[in-house]
């Protein structure tokens, strides 16, 4: 029996979600809402060693390593970025370096992410996705 897959089954139930809404208009309401929902995050770590580079809106983002997973902590001033967040989030935070580092971020062609963002922000979301594999890397590197 293979393994399970936590990066792959969070991504698979990502785009079931989204498959629920018949537009973009919903869709973006509902990443808005993801993005209102994200846990508080402390002011004292919004500052430049946190901020993720690439990104028009500002975004901190503060990874972090517990036992054999990674967790992740991150916030943004824009709400459909927060949303982005969110969903990031909710695909890795959790989850294993080696599997996060495997499996690739198909949820975005999936959900035609890229054709439906402005290119500021897809740029912003690749910046995000990159942090959290770079991330993944390191720790394996010093495992």
């Given at each position: 029996m293979p393994l399970r897959n936590e990066v792959r089954e969070a991504q698979d139930e990502l785009v079931e979600e989204f498959a629920l809404f018949?537009?973009?208009?919903?869709?973006?309401q509902y990443l808005i809402d993801l993005g209102r929902r994200?846990?508080?995050?402390?002011?004292?770590l919004k500052t430049d060693d946190y901020r993720i580079r690439g990104?028009?809106?500002?975004?901190?983002?503060?990874?972090?390593?517990?036992?054999?997973?990674?967790?992740?902590?991150?916030?943004?001033?824009?709400?459909?970025v927060s949303g982005l967040i969110a969903v990031l989030l909710r695909i890795y935070s959790g989850k294993r370096p080696q599997e996060i580092l495997d499996t690739p971020p198909d949820f975005v062609q999936a959900?035609?992410?890229?054709?439906?963002?402005?290119?500021?922000?897809?740029t912003g979301l690749n910046s995000m996705l990159t942090a959290i594999r770079r991330f993944a890397g390191e720790a394996l590197e010093t495992a």
């Amino acid at each position: 029996m293979p393994l399970r897959n936590e990066v792959r089954e969070a991504q698979d139930e990502l785009v079931e979600e989204f498959a629920l809404f018949d537009n973009w208009v919903d869709r973006y309401q509902y990443l808005i809402d993801l993005g209102r929902r994200l846990p508080p995050f402390p002011d004292a770590l919004k500052t430049d060693d946190y901020r993720i580079r690439g990104c028009q809106a500002q975004v901190w983002f503060v990874p972090r390593k517990a036992g054999d997973r990674l967790e992740f902590r991150a916030i943004s001033d824009a709400a459909i970025v927060s949303g982005l967040i969110a969903v990031l989030l909710r695909i890795y935070s959790g989850k294993r370096p080696q599997e996060i580092l495997d499996t690739p971020p198909d949820f975005v062609q999936a959900l035609k992410l890229e054709s439906h963002l402005s290119p500021t922000r897809s740029t912003g979301l690749n910046s995000m996705l990159t942090a959290i594999r770079r991330f993944a890397g390191e720790a394996l590197e010093t495992a």
